[in-house]
């Protein structure tokens, strides 16, 4: 009988353990008091409960939050969670008046109002810190307008393009996710605080004036609704799988440039690991785990996806497995942006090897081909035939078409064997990607006038 | 040798199977001509092409979409892909000048446009979609204002709320669905057309008015990115998963309703199957499998989110798998919304049903208690106490505290011996969900005043 | 400058809290150990090390293994992971000794190792867990074999079955889960210890020995795959998810049991939360919970996935985020797991509402009309048009057809007129249950049959 | 009013779109005549129906097949299924006979066995591609045990290995694939025929002669549990998941290898899409679609899996999502492992590109400390530090360790100026790769043995 008992006590204690969020909800006690208090301040102006006792509620949170970030709180696991531990404590600090905090507010709404101010937080942090990337991504584009790589179609050379013009192209990546967020931010700025368990409130309260008071647009319309709805977090969870997708391409193309085969960059020595017996070994372990994190939060947002399948309204417990990914996706999207910007702020840039890789792959091809049709009214077929030779005659004495000289050209093929020396201009490597002018091409103006539409962006973002 | 002969053969039908996306692609048809014409007439405008050849080609297109929407055209799976197999039936229809409308474009940006144009063009089909559900939602609201049904938490009673104001919350969900659709189209479009491969292109070309053209805002801003961007097909299909999970939570709530043991719904008819043998039996089929077909619509999202992670710049023919995923969960959202449109439209309601049911579980019970905290200053404690004596003697007659009469109120406990009649009103379920009055409240007044805005609403999208 | 000095040393900070595994890896301490001490032996066997500095290489291993168990093992970040950080200890406990143990071995084939013997002892840990949960069930299936409750398709009432039987459907899930976990432990239970890097070693090492050391079958065949191989990871990921998915749905039931409307189950005091107020009011929270933890374990499953996604040989740093989901998950299982057994063994069966329930919907009609097919010998057609007659009748005396007497069931259609008492028993809704003893059916013998193979096979594993 | 009407028409058109299986699940028509047989022997056997009425219906169900295979049948959508389409033109051939065939049998238990043996027939058909690729991986590794190819950790080159070496990485995980197929095989090979809806049958059938006729081992043994079971399909699911994750790796390698910078492979013109100007360019693109096929398998992993999630007992409409995910992924993988195959066997391999890049990263500077340790009792750190000495003289001479000579190794460092030859053995390459002779290690001789291993497994499987 007395074993019964234990065994009833350690299942009340796994049960307990199950059930607490307080572990990792814990993380909300800002948001929690800060909705606590701005419901106090209402309750007391619309005459629900005193000045007096609001003052008492506001001073002892405000304590309590004091407790908690000098880490002078003591967290109990019988508190279950963040709001009851803030609660508890808040009832020996100030008495009575701490139970009246509670009226016309329910557990669900409160939840529901401190999740969701969290996410409102997180979101402007995450575009903050976007933003600070790609300013980096544009300082490189800025400096690199004229360095020329080869730009890659199925990993094959294929045309030479410029590195600024590589590295707008996941600038461009990033401010996409900066608008995502932004919008996800407007589209769910409202109050849920006053929706109560699922339904309202008797209580003469003023939903406008909570919404006001902790930056929110306006309540939310439906209180049975509000109690539980999680959109809001399948959207930053989203942005973030879709912002870690963007990192993953990076990541990978980091990798490969510091590969020995392809040799375009070095990671600087803080962000890479090095072997003790061979200096010039460095491995990409940031851009590595970077790539790898990319599965966490695919996972973190099909989790909440599963767990918000088919569930009847309102509330249900289930949804208390809503924070942990979202906690967990936060937080690898803040550490990897910070990561990656301080990555590519130190980024070594090999400009020779790069360039010398776009001498492989006969890329300027193309361009004579162009010329013949253009300058020469050479039939499209017959120029695609002669370049064809001049190739051939090319990989015979292992050279790269835009390295051939003028008389080397003229022997490739008997149509060209008078050819005046221009044709070697479209040959030329640089010339062959600042021909490529249009709007949003690789051309070094072109990628200026990018930058430019960039930095007006940045400035007013 | 002749079997080694065979065998090539094999391989290589398996091989054309395996490259081609012919069979799925060919859904862009409308989109591919839409694009080209617009690119035609740009060329034209520019002097790339002559005025003459513009016309042979947007003539040729037409006739092509005819034969295509007459069932005449004749798919070939050698043609590989929808784009393929429109250029070479231009091909045979103009001759040359087919072979012009390819200038300054490439396959890249050719198929990102249309793929653009699918998934924009489905966007707006889908917001008509979700608006017509939410009108018909709120044409049930409006007619059950003022029906009671228990409000739940945990699949328990809670408080008694009004079926309108349970139909509004589903209406808000589909109202962010489709803002959030709204958001996802403003921020998607604009035309890739012009990218080329992935640089651009040394034509003299003018893509904004290719973009105003085709009704994109602008081109976009960089060739590289644009032409493996698929960011646009990321958000339609988490703009789906996250609608098709608003209504998994309806249909759930449907079966449940349906069930012998709640009672509150049937399906009409035409959207239930029946046993021969048992008329009134009905089978909720069709919530069943708008619920199961969420499982999909995750599966495309999470699918097109691994195809992307890792990919470096720019096309890689992984990108090939971004279509089919799309469409699918494009056509499943679209027929439920249709056939969930139905259902609502035609459900027969069992108001008697959900006004039983509000009385079991003492719903009433915590206003009871309200009451004597504020009208009788009768300290909260005290209060509840006598409340849970209420109760207890309710379960011992088995009745619900909401019918108990004065005298049996007044025998259910001491404190009460000599309680008003006023009490009664407090007791009453309608009363008690009329007194939750707040904004986003479930009170008629409420359900009516969100009604409105949702009316307004309505009338400006 | 300072400022930049301060920003470099955040860097530092950040990229070691991003690169670092030690918070989350040291709870593969045990294995290391485990794994280390077996290294040392088999270097000590291969006179690769003197028998000497292996014991004390064992001796403070042990002693280590002893600091952390009792808390004064001091964790350092420095340290990154769990190999380091013990490695580091042994050296300041045993000096020179310790740096030979890592002598033919690398951290690519330590790291794999620790985390095959984790993942292979937590198989059997869960197997364990599986089999006392089905024992749970067996037991309520034993007691409940003649107990009638509706058996559900489509959530509405179709054949009266026992609870019990309802219960083995659980048991036979949970019965597949525990032989697929053993089915991986089988396939996985090989040692990839020795395969260093990812080619092997120079020393004349004896795998076959620490696989033998480890309780592993033999050594793994190829060192390149063994440092990269994660599928042992993913199986134990896919059990968890499988196992998950089962659990979810016998919450699903209890919940739905748990409601008013069904009534048929109450969770014990300890396993639900109880409102102050409303003593008999339970909400089914434990349930819940278990519903929505699937969520998280399905993440846990795609997130590995994607990482593993388009590796390429051997080692990468992404690898490092494979242990995070697996823990996640492997905790989730085991306390789920837990709790369900404890649910069950207190569940409190309610068997009369479980009876009344299955007088709804006319569950014995189809065996009325099997009765005037084979016994009366009337055509199919007709014994179903009759049965319909008298289902309609049952409707309009507000009967189901196996409360009807002999003379109600006379007066429903005339082609009834002179039926014989002995139909009765066809109309009874045990013997309708009972009639149904085809293997694996639902009569009280078959589930007695089924719960003796299932007692055979619990004395069996 | 007429409008009306139009509606409700186009609502049917649509509800039967819907609710449809036919479309889909027609691929099941072998398994559903094969399991209709079987079971009309079974009913002749026990007397329950003629021998005369089951020579009609098997004579009725073959023509069936054969109208199928010659496309003669027509597939009405009203049928809605394939059971119905089959069942109703078995009335059409056989007449009333046809109508007996479904005695003891209900849609549940049919669909459940038809998927089954569809699952089961696909999982053979998958073991044996899957061991045709690793033939043909085991085919390269003979050829090249000796050929030499930098082992990479972190895409970094780390270890000199031979490809034959690395090959055999990928037939293990192939093999590790053909087991778990097998053991998913062994594990479902059990037939719900005979369950009927959910709770077996009144008839007295005999499961264990269908069972037998049908290839199964034994009936499966719950009722209840078998009609809604589909963990069969998850796991063949999973399976392809895993499968198709070590396809992408390799693939993902197959495209590294393929581009300029490695310059390892070729494929073979069948394989690789070329561009009518540059001959020398190829695209890989089969191996980029097999990586992206990659996302849409997981897809339909996650899919089932969501289904299935809080499922209540028995069948749900919701499963009849269950099928088209399962064929997507079977038709996948299996075409996926055919081009893969072929793709192999075709490879045209670069040995000098291979074998050069080792002579890039000073593979063999590790074993040269080594040897100072092991032969020229030279400490630890000593031995490191000259390495490190040498490492960097190489370099300034732009030189690979492995390519010294004994005088320029003896100029490299003060104590190394008298060392003998001796110790250009150990900085050999081939000499570095040998030593690595561990069991599982990448020495020729081990990789003969492993291939050994691999040939008996072969031949025994």
């Known amino acids: 009988m007395q074993e019964q008992q234990i065994l009833k006590n ?52 405000l304590k309590i939050k004091g407790e908690i970030e000098s880490n002078q709180f003591v967290w109990k696991i019988e508190d279950e969670d963040i709001h ?14 701490a139970g009246r905090l509670h009226t016309a507010r329910s557990r669900n709404d409160q939840v529901a109002t401190d999740f969701t101010l969290y996410v409102q937080d997180k ?3 995450i575009k903050a810190k976007l933003k600070r990337l790609i300013e980096v991504l544009v300082v490189i584009a800025s400096k690199h307008s004229d360095t020329l790589i080869p730009g890659m179609t ?8 410029n590195f600024g013009f590589h590295m707008l192209a996941y600038a461009n990546m990033f401010r996409r996710d900066f608008e995502r967020f932004g919008s996800s931010y407007e589209r769910n700025n409202y109050s849920p605080l006053g929706s109560a368990a699922l339904a309202g409130t008797p209580h003469n309260i003023d939903r406008f004036k909570t919404a006001e008071l902790l930056g929110f647009y306006a309540p939310t319309n439906c209180a049975l609704d509000s109690s539980s709805n999680r959109d809001f977090a399948l959207e930053i969870l989203f942005n973030i799988a879709t912002s870690m997708m963007h990192i993953s391409r990076l990541s990978e193309e980091l990798i490969l440039w510091s ?24 491995n990409p372990d940031v851009p590595e785990l970077l790539r790898g994190k990319t599965g966490r939060v695919y996972g973190n947002l099909i989790g909440l996806l599963t767990v918000m399948k088919g569930l009847p309204l309102a509330y249900n417990k289930d949804t208390q497995e809503d ?21 590519m702020e130190t980024l070594i840039i090999n400009k020779e090897n790069m360039e010398k890789a776009c001498q492989i792959g006969h890329l300027s091809a193309t361009d004579m081909a162009d010329y013949l049709v253009k300058n ?30 003028i008389n080397e050209l003229r022997k490739s093929c008997s149509e060209l ?17 600042n021909a490529r002018d249009s709007f949003g091409g690789t051309s070094t103006a072109q990628t200026k006038v990018q930058i430019e539409l960039f930095e007006n962006w940045l400035s007013c973002n």
């Open 10 to 61: 350690t299942n009340a204690e796994i049960l307990n353990q199950f059930n607490a969020s307080l572990l990792f909800d814990k993380k909300l006690y800002a948001q929690d008091i800060k909705g606590s208090i701005a419901h106090s301040k209402m309750l007391a102006l619309q005459g629900i409960i005193s000045v007096d006792d609001q003052i008492k509620i506001e001073t002892g949170l």
């Open 84 to 97: 009851m531990a803030i609660e508890n404590r808040l009832g020996q600090i100030v008495g009575g008046a």
């Open 123 to 125: 979101t402007l942090d």
């Open 154 to 161: 199925h990993l094959q050379h294929a045309q030479p393009i």
């Open 259 to 282: 590969s020995y085969e392809f040799g375009f960059v070095k990671m600087s020595d803080e962000y890479a690991t090095t072997s003790s017996i061979m200096p010039q070994k460095k």
């Open 323 to 343: 924070k942990e990914g979202v906690f967990d996706s936060v937080e690898t999207i803040e550490i990897s942006l910070d990561i990656l910007t301080a990555v």
């Open 376 to 405: 020469k009214n050479i039939p499209f077929r017959t120029a695609y035939y002669i370049t064809k030779e001049v190739v051939s005659y090319a990989n015979s004495i292992n050279k790269d078409v835009s390295q051939l000289d």
């Open 417 to 433: 064997s008078s050819i005046e020396d221009e044709v070697l201009r479209y040959l030329d490597l640089r010339n062959s990607m």
